[in-house]
DNA sequence: GTGGTCTAGACCACT
DNA sequence: GTGGTCTAGACCACT
């Protein structure tokens, strides 16, 4: 498992951050079947966050098949195939394009120069 | 000004979606210089949503040089030059770029693939 | 709504009490869409239990889509067709079902015995 | 001894799991009186589980008179006659029967409702 | 007023 | 050791 950084500064939750980073992990492949993820309260106390916080985000890996928990024994990467991470990948995606798009319509930003933002900052922002 | 149109189950916040709108109409000259607004309490009730709401959008865009007011009179759209507006959409664009862009990073999604997302959903999202 | 009730002393963690004495009133129809929620603050002081469990419990009605929230406006029942309902009421049975018989079978009673137990009980349990 | 199966992943705590399964045998007589049980250590080897688990499960076998142990020569099934035998039976099942029917009546659903989905899915759940 | 998030500590069951 | 649940209080954004 990667190092996992956390902001506690950031507007966005800590345990969404722990889910984003995680799941991201298992859907590339960095994290294989069966591996156990380091305990929640081991986590927590690393990254100085509450067990709660740590539950949380645990939970919807869980909830959303990432992991899957053995009680007393720990969290564990799901089983999944290429296709399955392929799919998960596709999903999280597809759910905030349909957020940051409509956004950037709003703004009355046609598709080419979107991209062409997108070409010219991709590496450096 | 166009209608604008807000939606109060949306996640984000009310007074953002008035802000993005009516700058985004500034910004791309849909409102000309020195238009009156129209009025906090009229907005509110026509959207039915609270004062309190619409003067904090207001609020936001006259700190941010959108609009100006005239105490007893109201707020009116301030006088930007073309290169004032371009530099705002791409003060506004590139604030939600660096965002969106991390996230997609996190992912591991490349540039290419990205692009290609967007040149897919763009249209139908 | 009717009376929520709650034993802090059953081994059924309380936020699953809660999901499914709300969850079940919807299904009835005794909730009706857009009814407003007890704010999870009132409910909270009213059953005399925390904060977190009670948002625990209407997380996941949200999750499940039985509620939908309004930030600072509170949580609503959500717009069901009777069809959606009885499809709720159906996934919830056959779930819980799958565990009960799985216990039956495990203990050897065939399923004229079982059926002759719960007519026999049904009323009086 | 029939074979024992143990889920791992079940929810169900792996020592119930034990419990009920040698406490079903032994009252439907597959298990006769004064056999001995494998020992604690062997048990745990073959289900690849915790010696503390099995234990647990032939303590709570013990202490509900499935079985009786002779220090230092193992643990044997005891001298139920079949009346014994029905009357426990009688008492799992009305244990758990009481919980699963005030689940179901939580949920609206009719004695005869009920008896209907069991009788559709008994065999294929 | 409303939800959303987080903490620091606790107790429990299970392995 | 592991996870599961809960509390009592806090601070924040939004309406």
């Keep these: 498992m990667k190092n996992i950084e956390v902001a506690t ?15 991201s992990q298992i859907i590339r492949g960095e994290l294989a079947t069966d591996t156990l ?14 067990v709660i916080t740590v539950k949380k985000a645990w ?3 869980e ?10 024994k720990g969290c564990f990467v799901s089983n999944l195939t290429k296709k ?13 394009l349909k957020t940051h798009l409509s956004y950037y319509k709003t703004l ?5 120069d979107l991209i062409e933002y997108i070409d010219k900052y991709y590496e450096n922002l």
Tied chains: 1, 2, 3, 4.
Excluded: V
């Excluded at 966005?12 to 980073?21: D, M, N």
């Excluded at 009355?108 to 080419?112: A, C, D, N, Q, T």
């Design 37 to 50: 993820l380091p305990s929640i309260r081991t986590t927590a106390k690393e990254l100085r966050i509450s």
């Design 9 to 23: 500064t950031s507007k966005k939750p800590i345990y969404q951050q722990l889910f984003e980073q995680i799941s």
């Design 63 to 72: 909830q959303k098949n990432f992991i899957y928990t053995i009680p007393g």
């Design 84 to 96: 399955d991470k392929a799919q998960m990948m596709e999903e999280q995606i597809l759910t905030r």
């Design 59 to 61: 939970d919807e890996l």
């Design 108 to 112: 009355g930003l046609s598709k080419e």
